[in-house]
């Protein structure tokens, strides 16, 4: 009797999918993004001039590819930043006309994300003060573990649909990977945090609930991240960090053949700084003009002021190679701060900058080339953006009154624990979104009880960034049947997304 009520569920669920013609996730009906027009290879550009400041060794160890050791051909100097304003005040209207529109990634002062300098919203020009960023002055205490609604915008910030982001036709990353480079080597780094860092900056990559708000900017269509592999770049623990400085150590590693193998078009190599180094500005102390405001644009400032991090791309030929990089966020004795200090463990500060950075990476991976065209034409390169210059990540933070509003942890789908992130921005709510158990336009019908959580299942090893690999979890037991076709039954069964199964629930109840 259970073989045949299983059997014709799976019958009739086929004929269920049969009659969904909106991709695989099944049919949507409330929102209905942009649709990208290609998420092809970038476009080539000229080989960059070769400068062999830093040669690699080599891997360290015995058998071991957990750390790779650069030489440094020379000191680094400790830059003295200087942030050129050209004389102009941001959101006044002389900075409208000439193009300059002021990005934000992330700040413990209120001040500067992403190395760009929020909003005022002070001009008749720009946005209503309610709906857009203010300059914060108050303190930033430790993070809220409340959450937000789990399907609705972060509650006290009002829809802004202004801010909505627009796809610009350029690439974006369905499935990326990524790699974690610990600067400075083990002996830079508590083993508990990177260990932490590793494990729950994986965790939220791949979580589903988070995923299902980023998923609308991709047709609502499955996305994955690949945690590949973390290493400890030894024999460069450096005091100040430059945009160039990782861009040569880029160079360097690539031509020692650190990243072969690797599906580099789609993978970010995220340099991770130690305790006590500075990042600074992505652009050196220059100010871009820029006639797009669409255009993120970078400002001069270093992470003692608020940078927390940034991401980046690097061609060398046929050859691109992405990047971000993450201040280790602190709270430092003289009651300054280094990055962006809002959770009360340093580590958690870097997963929500680094799940910040692999986010803007997936949805405007090219973001630099546009910058460095500097022309209306630039907007070519973009993925998505809002027309103020923002990326998904931006704008959540510009709007919040206090980062812990979108600095908060998380519980995961799997219901595994909790994960530190920073909440992304979400156009199907006009603001940002915490996670969410379907997809926008997926949601079972009101009434429907919604299916349990799955129970918590052992977690994936994760590569470790030493010289002992990681534990092999205990596979989980397998299901004891004696009739093979019902365990076949049973196996389809499994396979049916959600929205499939209460169909055929309701459809049986209705009999």
């Keep these: 009797m259970t073989r045949t009520l299983l059997s014709g569920a799976i019958g009739l669920s086929l004929v269920l999918l049969a009659g969904c013609t909106s991709g695989p996730l099944g049919p949507r009906t409330a929102y209905t993004p942009v649709p990208p027009s290609r998420t092809g290879q970038p476009v080539s550009h000229p080989p960059i001039a070769t400068q062999p400041v830093i040669t690699p060794t080599g891997l360290i160890g015995s058998g071991s590819a957990s750390s790779v050791r650069v030489i440094p051909g020379a000191a680094l100097p400790r830059h003295a930043m200087v942030q050129v304003q050209q004389g102009l005040q941001f959101g006044s209207q002389a900075a409208l006309q000439t193009g300059l529109r002021p990005l934000a990634m992330l700040a413990s002062n209120g001040q500067m994300i992403d190395g760009r300098p929020m909003p005022v919203i002070d001009s ?90 980023l998923v609308q900017y991709f047709g609502n269509t499955p996305i994955s991240s690949t945690f590949k592999k973390s290493f400890f770049l030894s024999g460069w623990r450096p005091q100040f960090v430059a945009k160039g400085d990782l861009e040569r150590q880029l160079k360097s590693l690539h031509a020692g053949g650190a990243f072969s193998g690797y599906d580099l078009p789609n993978t970010c190599i995220n340099f991770l700084l130690p ?60 009651g300054g701060s280094n990055g962006i200090p809002v959770f009360d463990q340093n580590w958690k500060n870097v997963v929500a900058t680094m799940y910040h950075e692999l986010q803007e990476f997936r949805t405007d991976p090219d973001v630099d080339d546009a910058i460095r065209d500097g022309t209306s034409a630039g907007t070519r390169y973009l993925g998505w953006t809002s027309d103020s210059g923002l990326e998904v990540g931006d704008y959540p933070i510009a709007a919040a009154r206090q980062l812990k509003q ?84 049973i196996a389809q069964w499994n396979q049916l997304e959600d929205f499939v199964k209460k169909a055929i629930v309701r459809l049986a109840g209705s009999r």
């Design 124 to 213: 008749a020009a720009q946005m209503p003060r309610n709906g857009g960023a203010r300059p914060r002055r108050e303190a930033v205490g430790a993070a809220s573990t409340g959450l937000p609604s789990s399907s609705a915008r972060v509650p006290d910030l009002p829809a802004t649909p202004q801010e909505d982001l627009k796809y610009r036709g350029g690439r974006i990353i369905r499935d990326l990977s990524y790699i974690n480079l610990y600067v400075g080597g083990q002996d830079a780094w508590n083993p508990t945090d990177w260990k932490s860092i590793d494990k729950y900056l994986a965790a939220a990559m791949a979580d589903a609930h988070l995923n299902n708000v």
């Design 275 to 334: 305790r006590g180094t500075v990042l600074g500005d992505p652009n050196g102390g220059e100010q871009l003009a820029l006639q797009s405001k669409a255009i993120p644009m970078e400002e001069a400032e270093d992470s003692t002021g608020g940078l927390g991090g940034y991401h980046g791309s690097l061609h060398l030929g046929a050859t691109t190679l992405y990047y971000s990089t993450a201040a280790y966020s602190e709270r430092l004795p003289n």
């Design 406 to 489: 979108v600095f908060v942890e998380v519980p995961l789908a799997d219901g595994s624990g909790m994960v530190p992130v920073q909440l992304q921005y979400s156009n199907a709510v006009h603001g940002p979104e915490g996670p969410i158990p379907y997809p926008h336009g997926m949601e079972p019908p009101p009434g429907t009880q919604p299916l349990p959580n799955p129970p918590p299942q052992p977690p994936t090893p994760q590569p470790q960034p030493n010289n002992g690999p990681g534990t092999t979890p205990t596979p989980p037991p397998t299901p004891i049947t004696t009739d093979p076709e019902l365990a076949k039954v």
